[in-house]
Each structure stands twice: as structure tokens, then as C-alpha cells.
């Protein structure tokens, strides 16, 4: 035994180390409180409608319930640990950063920065949805998009930015100040037709670096967000089907979905609380 542990490089006791497990020894793994069956059925309701939530959402989506039926709120270290007991907990799958990013996207303040990218959804007979969009860097509001069975071009980034333009300050067709549009550099962006309307409207476009898609990780991590939590968990079996859903989506990422950056609030809770 010396010498095996001399080959190994450890300790002669490692070897003799039987590990005992908690259960063996008649300790649950888990302290448990008498209340936290009836949590776990209110966490239940919640994974069923939005099963990709990790613990810090579903928190904010019971208490949420329990606010409007009067009860106290619960800690999200409680949910945590009983989402984990009953291995309701999602795998951590967070990819390590090649290199640091130290740029800031995000603004204090609304209608400073808005950002645009486009994503394609496939539909399970084989369709494809090009879907292009607008979010404001501040209150992360997806408030304009524009979708086609066809890949996008330019005409339809000018009409998104008519789109965004309206959502903000309606039918003047014109931003009150010079507000940076912020895009990745495809050729539906940099058109000359784009930049033009974006001048008449005041919207100074501006592009990410070459081969930074982080440059705009706002749009990014939307796009992430719609395919994660809607996308997937829904039966897109054709185009026809995913643009009557699609008002659904970006409805509920505005006014119901809960955003670690606002708080865990939704983006319209968010412009509510704040009142800029």
C-alpha cells in the first residue's frame, strides 16, 4: 500500500477513505421545512408553462402569485434548494470567455442607444421565419420588429426603423435628439438606402467590430432569450404558425418575463418603477 501510494503521489490514508453518505447515516441530504410541499406545487405550475426558468425566475414568478393573493414572499435560496431536492434545477452550461469584453452596451437612460439584429426561426415542415428587431439598450423593450417567410433586406430594416421610430414618439417620423442605432455589419445594415432613411429619422447608425458578435451582446442574449424560452417550447410546425406566435412572444418577453439586469423585473415593469 506504501508503495502505491508513492507511484500516485498521495497520501497513505486517502486509500483507507471510505466515504459515508448523509443518508447512510440517517441525516436527509437536505434540511426540509414543513411549508415546502406547498412551494413546490406553486413551483411546479410554473415549470410547466416555463420550463427552461432557473431558480432565480421562478422565484420572481411565485412570488408574483403570492403578492396578488396576499402572501408573504419566499426566498430564492429557499426555491433554489428545493428545486435542486427534487432535481428541478437546470444544468449550468456557462461557456468560459475567450477573451474580455469591456465594453458597455447598456445606457442609463432610454431611447439613447437602441440595437438591431435578425435571427432565423426553422419550422418543423421544413419553413424558415426571418425575423429582424429593435430593443432599447436601457429598458431592454423589444418594441419593433418585422417578420417574412423570405431573408430579409434592406426595405425591411427601413421599415423596422419606421416601426421603432413610431413605438417611441408615435406619427412624427423623426426622433426628438439623435439616437444610435447599433447593428451588426451584414449588408441589410451598412445599405446606403439605410443610412439615408436612418439621417431623416435621426438615427446615427453605428456597427459592431468585425467578428465581435459581443459588441452587441443586448440583441444577442435577445435572441438567445426568444429561442430558449419560446421558440423551443413551442410547436412551430409551420411559417403560418410561428408569425401568428410571434405577437405573443415578444408580448410576454415585454410584459411578463422577469430580467436579471432590470432587477427580475419585465422590461415594462421595469419603465414603470423607473418613470424616466
Not at 433554489?80 to 465594453?103: E, F, V
Not at 412624427?172 to 439623435?178: A, H, I, K
Not at 451582446?217 to 410547436?235: H, L, S, W
Request: aromatic content about 10%; some cysteine.
Amino acid at each position: 500500500m506504501t508503495h502505491i501510494a508513492e507511484v500516485f503521489d498521495v497520501s497513505r490514508s486517502s486509500l483507507y477513505y471510505e466515504p459515508v453518505s448523509q443518508e447512510e447515516i440517517g441525516m436527509p441530504r437536505f434540511y426540509q421545512k414543513s411549508e415546502d410541499q406547498i412551494i413546490l406545487e406553486e413551483i411546479k405550475a410554473i415549470i410547466a408553462l416555463r420550463s427552461t426558468y432557473g431558480y432565480r425566475r421562478v422565484t420572481t414568478m411565485v412570488n408574483r402569485q403570492r403578492a396578488l393573493e396576499g402572501r408573504n414572499k419566499i426566498n430564492r435560496k429557499r426555491v433554489q434548494r428545493i428545486m435542486r431536492m427534487n432535481g428541478l434545477s437546470l444544468p449550468q452550461t456557462m461557456p468560459q470567455q475567450k477573451r474580455p469584453h469591456t465594453g458597455v452596451v447598456m445606457t442609463m437612460f432610454p431611447n439613447l442607444r437602441w440595437c438591431s439584429d435578425g435571427m432565423e426561426i426553422r419550422c418543423f415542415n421544413g419553413d424558415k421565419v426571418f425575423v429582424a428587431f429593435a430593443l432599447d439598450c436601457c429598458d431592454r423593450e423589444a418594441f419593433a420588429y418585422v417578420a417574412r417567410t423570405e431573408p430579409l433586406s434592406a426595405y425591411d430594416i427601413e421599415e423596422l426603423m419606421i416601426k421603432a421610430v413610431e413605438a417611441r414618439f408615435g406619427e412624427s417620423l423623426r426622433c426628438p435628439r439623435e439616437i444610435q442605432w447599433l447593428s451588426d455589419r451584414g449588408s441589410i445594415y451598412r445599405a446606403k438606402s439605410v443610412k439615408d432613411l436612418g439621417r431623416e429619422l435621426n438615427l446615427h447608425c453605428c456597427y459592431t467590430r468585425a467578428y465581435s458578435p459581443e459588441s452587441n451582446g443586448i440583441a444577442e442574449a435577445f435572441v438567445k432569450t426568444i429561442k430558449r424560452d419560446y421558440v423551443y417550447q413551442a410547436d412551430c410546425d409551420s411559417s403560418e404558425t410561428v408569425l401568428k406566435l410571434l405577437p405573443q412572444w415578444f408580448a410576454d418577453y415585454n410584459n411578463v418575463a422577469p430580467h436579471s439586469v432590470l432587477g427580475m423585473k419585465s422590461p415594462v415593469e421595469y419603465k414603470e418603477s423607473v418613470n424616466f
